[in-house]
């Protein structure tokens, strides 16, 4: 089946480390997002990519990098100099145009140990 | 700009009673519209869409949702709830351009037995 799988699904993160969120699509989608959500605070753009080796900064991209190398694929790698990275984060695929609904993974829970 | 305000942060109906979440959105641009289901810990599913065809949209589950461009506002409705109904709501609007979407704070129903 077609869709977006991103993995772990449970992430503990230590002080000091990176992390590294998959996702990976096979909708044959070019644009994949990032978006992270928060109790009550709806989703929030962190980066995005709307073709391979191409990204750009969401609302919320301090602290967070990503990279395109494979149309599949679109790793977030959450710093240590993300101060409050506990959250679930989401991944969509597709939206290509304003018309297009995005396809969602079913998300990472990170938290701080 | 674009903004989307979900009128109720939490609404709570009896099982087989009507279901009404409320949306109001801001735009520059015809906008294209969507609503969107999550479960807890479960990524985003699409419910229904609006882009500018017909104002009454039916989706998934027996939801159905009108675009009202008077009043700004694109409700989402349910004739008769049912338990699994039970989950968080997002309204989306999509800019006239590429890759832009913007999220509500989405609702969360409760539905009693």
């Known amino acids: 089946d077609g869709g977006i799988t991103q993995s772990p699904k449970y992430l503990f993160r230590k002080e000091g480390q990176n992390v590294t969120l998959s996702c990976e699509q096979n909708?044959?989608?070019?644009?994949m997002y990032w978006y992270r959500q928060d109790p009550g605070q709806g989703l929030r753009l962190i980066y995005y990519?709307?073709?391979?080796?191409?990204?750009q900064k969401g609302d919320i991209a301090e602290g967070y990098s990503v990279s395109r190398e494979k149309k599949e694929s679109f790793p977030l790698t959450v710093t240590s100099a993300q101060k409050n990275p506990t959250a679930f984060y989401l991944c969509?695929?597709?939206?290509?145009?304003?018309?297009?609904?995005?396809?969602f993974g079913d998300g990472t829970r990170l938290s701080i140990l | 700009a674009q903004s989307v305000t979900q009128l109720d942060s939490h609404v709570s109906v009896s099982e087989g009673t009507p279901v009404l979440l409320r949306c109001n959105y801001s735009?520059?641009?015809?906008?294209?519209l969507f609503w969107y289901v999550q479960h807890p810990n479960k990524g985003l599913q699409l419910l229904l869409k609006y882009t500018s065809a017909a104002t009454l949209v039916k989706g998934i589950n027996g939801f159905e949702a009108e675009f009202k461009k008077s009043e700004t506002s694109f409700h989402l409705t349910k004739p008769s709830a049912h338990m699994s109904d039970a989950a968080e709501y997002f309204c989306v609007v999509s800019e006239n351009n590429f890759n832009k979407f913007y999220f509500g704070s989405g609702t969360k129903l409760n539905v009693k037995p």
């Open positions: 735009s520059s641009y015809s906008p294209s």
């Open positions: 990519s709307q073709i391979v080796n191409d990204f």
């Open positions: 969509a695929s597709g939206g290509e145009y304003s018309n297009q609904p995005q396809h």
């Open positions: 909708l044959n989608h070019d644009a």
